[in-house]
Structure formats: C-alpha cells, structure tokens
C-alpha cells in the first residue's frame, strides 16, 4: 500500500500549484490523509490533514489560508491546493494516511515518493 503525491513544479513567488495524492490498495476516504513537506538539512513538517470524519481539515499556522486540502472520492484521490506560494514552501511534499489526523508524524503510514515544489523569489 502507497500513497504518491505528484504534482509539483517550479512556480514564481505569489504562485499557485495543486498535488495530487493518488492510493492504490487502499480506499482514500477510510482514512485520514495528511500533507508533509521536508526540506533537506530540517525536521519534515505537517502542513495539513483532511480527517476521514465529516472531512474535517487541519492547517498549521504557517500555511493556513493559503493551502487547501480536499478529496475526490471517485478519483480516490486526495488534493493539496497551494496558493499564495512563497520561497519558504519549497520542499518535497508526501501525503501519507492515518487513523485520526491527531496522530503523529510517526503514526502516519504508506509513505510514497514526495514531488517536489520549488518557488522562485
């Protein structure tokens, strides 16, 4: 089981960019399914979940307003709207699943490869 986020590019300061996290033997709506970003040399961060429950998302302060988490259930496919990007965001972005988006880091799983998300200043 994996998840594979793709989508990323290099995008001009002020830009926009939508990722993709697409499942395969797994059902995207059964779980909750967060948004990480780690950029080389730092600790990965979370910079969003959407939970399994009512579709209910999270957003850390630092992107809160500007990035928008949502799923397609048809596409069993679950989305990472970027707005407003700025040279901070630039890192590689995974989507991983869990029980509750109130799980840690280390309790998120099927961890796939990232894309990566460059924003020129």
């Known amino acids: 089981v994996q998840l594979q986020a793709s989508g990323g590019g290099l995008v001009p300061s002020g830009g926009s960019l939508r990722l993709s996290c697409a499942a395969s033997?797994?059902?995207?709506?059964?779980?909750?399914v967060g948004w990480f970003r780690r950029v080389p040399g730092k600790q990965s961060e979370g910079v969003g979940c959407i939970s399994s429950k009512n579709d209910n998302t999270y957003y850390p302060d630092l992107v809160k307003g500007r990035f928008i988490i949502s799923r397609v259930n048809s596409e069993n496919t679950v989305y990472l709207q970027m707005n407003n990007l700025k040279p901070g965001d630039t890192a590689v972005y995974y989507c991983a699943s869990a029980s509750g988006c109130e799980a840690s880091m280390a309790e998120f799983g099927s961890w796939g490869q990232g894309t990566q998300v460059t924003v020129s200043s």
């Open positions: 033997g797994i059902t995207l709506k059964d779980y909750s």
